[in-house]
């Protein structure tokens, strides 16, 4: 089975792309939607991130924007966030895993947003980096709710540069397009990576 690395930073169309991976069909691991219902109620991330970081927990689920306000631009207790969720992140990986070897897929995108900052690029055979102009990247993410340009600052110095993912994936999907011309590229590059 063939395992594709989808990333791109903030802003760049990458849970777009995902999407039309799935439309394709395509199994996509999207680690966000993990993590959302590792937090959620009944969770299996909340009781461990009450332990770490109690004022992030105010109920009986994580509160995300607490938690952000404990973490963001704290090297360490991002690291110690880290080393909580991802061990219960790879349980929820290989369950993924199985159910598409099972259901007889031979690739399967995995969309981790920090693929290159956490060294998973090694686990996977090939990289699509999502992308477009950083213009356009600060529009689509200054136009979210509760984003500030301070948080997009900080959640950019987290994130490897746009032009070193560029360098370094196997093939870059240029978002900065018609959503057709975008599934134009997916589709293709679905084509490429069926055919390899």
Not at 127 to 149: D, F, G, K, N
Not at 172 to 183: A, K, L, P, R
């Given at each position: ?43 299996a ?29 704290n ?44 060294g ?37 110095a987290?994130?490897?540069d ?35």
């Open positions: 089975m063939l395992l594709v690395g989808l990333t791109g930073s903030i802003g760049m169309g990458k849970s777009t792309v995902a999407e039309m991976f799935r439309k394709l069909g395509i199994p996509v691991y999207d680690a966000d939607a993990e993590i959302h219902k590792l937090y959620a109620k009944g969770g991330g909340v009781e461990p991130i009450r332990e770490a970081f109690p004022d992030a927990v105010p109920e009986d689920y994580v509160d995300r924007q607490r938690l952000s306000k404990l973490v963001l631009g090297d360490a207790e991002i690291e110690r966030l880290e080393k909580v969720i991802h061990p219960l992140l790879s349980s929820g990986r290989a369950a993924f895993f199985e159910k598409a070897e099972k259901e007889g897929h031979s690739l399967v995108v995995l969309d981790i947003p920090l693929i290159f900052e956490t998973g690029e090694d686990r996977v055979h090939k990289i699509v980096v999502v992308s477009a102009p950083a213009p356009v990247q600060r529009e689509r993410v200054l136009a979210r709710p509760e984003m500030t340009a301070e948080k997009f600052e900080a959640i950019l987290r994130q490897v746009d032009a070193v993912k560029r360098e370094k994936a196997d093939f870059v999907i240029d978002t900065h397009c018609s959503m057709e011309e975008t599934f134009e590229q997916v589709k293709k590059l679905v084509e490429q990576l069926k055919d390899a």
